[in-house]
């Protein structure tokens, strides 16, 4: 039998790591991919590639230090979807009375970001879609108006006219 292939785990190349180093001090994209040895023609674009190839590599890292899906839920996101507030009520200096709410405000930043990271959310719509009325051009000659027109009387149409 042949053996099934393995899939071989690359690290970051220098450029990469220096990248990605410069980033992190925050250098903007242009200025990290120059100083990191990039191609100066389009450094927006070689830094926006190398950002890409990084980013699809990014859940193997996570998972080499243990950040598992199964650990990230049960560990961060179930704590932050029961988180509370707790209000304190002083008067004259002293603590009257203490309440505790829902973080709601907390518990939508955890879903949205856990969302995102899935991917569950619908894509957004790159096209925009107009929904403006086109203009329409109809060709048709004016009548001709003259001086005489406006002297002409108007007689309205009756049955004897018609004859």
Not at 100 to 125: C, E, Q
């Amino acid at each position: 039998m042949c053996q099934p292939k393995t899939k071989k785990k690359k690290s970051l190349s220098p450029k990469q790591k220096a990248l990605m180093r410069l980033l992190a001090q925050g250098s903007d994209r242009k200025t990290a991919a120059l100083l990191a040895g990039y191609s100066s023609k389009n450094p927006h674009q070689s830094a926006y590639q190398a950002l890409k190839h990084l980013g699809n590599s990014f859940p193997e890292l996570l998972d080499k230090h243990g950040l598992t899906d199964s650990h990230l839920i049960e560990k961060h996101l179930k704590p932050l979807l029961k988180a509370r507030r707790t209000k304190h009520f002083a008067h004259n200096g002293k603590v009257k009375s203490v309440r505790h709410y829902a973080d709601n405000d907390t518990r939508i930043a955890a879903l949205d970001m856990t969302f995102r990271l899935k991917g569950t959310y619908a894509p957004l719509k790159t096209q925009n879609e107009s929904r403006a009325v086109d203009v329409i051009v109809v060709d048709i000659p004016r009548p001709i108006h003259t001086p005489d027109d406006d002297d002409a009387e108007i007689v309205p149409p009756t049955a004897s006219n018609n004859k």
